[in-house]
């Protein structure tokens, strides 16, 4: 299958890994993963702080860039970007866009998807030949839990990854308290939602927290670091492409 990777915005600024063992992953798998150097962020977090017109411009580049034909899937390492691909182009378009613009969004959102969606719904796999021996906990974040519905194809996964110790998480389904903007506009609130998800954590004795989505990472790993809790943080892409020949960095330095 021919696969079209969108980095978003975390990824590419912040945390290329994901972005790289998502294609090491799919190209492990046997698939061409193409990579559209036009793209540009995908307008989520306008339109999660209500600005739906200014983002109009994004929506397009991002239709005319995963558009090809010859794209028969699109992939992001990101439940919130596919949720907003999915979902929220389609507002967008329908209210200050053309016909092409709509036409163009309806295209690709039907291909458009996670990376845990594309690998079991699509793709048909759970076991990716995955090696990760360390135990690990899995936060679902809500994107993917609530407007994806990914469901338990995370966990999934990560039960046919070779040597994991995975562990439950309590509370699993309750907000870590990012939420984009919302971190910012309501600081002590996601502070006290962060609080109970490491609270959550830290009765697992997990060496990682792992999800599908950087930007919740980015705000769990921010509070383990400041408690030094000892627990990393790794996108769930990162696990399913380390393997006994090729580990990921964090079971390298385990074995020093």
Known sequence: MRIGLFATCLGDTLFPDAVRATAVLLARLGHEVVFPPGQTCCGQMHINTGYQREPVPLVRDFAEQFGDASIEAVVMPSG????SVRHQHAIVADRYG????????????????????LLVDV????GVGAYFPHRVTYHPTCHSLRMLRVGDRPLRLLRAVDSI?????????????????FALKNAETSTAMLHDKLAGIATTGAEVCTAGDSSCLMHIGGGLSRIR??????????????????PDALTEATAV
């Open 229 to 246: 809790s000892g627990t990393r943080t790794l996108h769930l892409a990162r696990i399913l492409a380390a393997t006994r020949a090729t």
């Open 98 to 117: 053309d016909a092409a613009l709509r036409a163009g969004v309806a295209t690709v959102a039907a291909k458009t998807y996670e990376l845990s969606e």
């Open 165 to 181: 110790d995975l562990v439950e998480l309590p509370g699993a389904d309750s907000c870590c308290g990012f939420g984009g903007t």
């Open 123 to 126: 793709l048909g796999v759970t």
């Open 80 to 83: 919130s970007c596919a949720g």
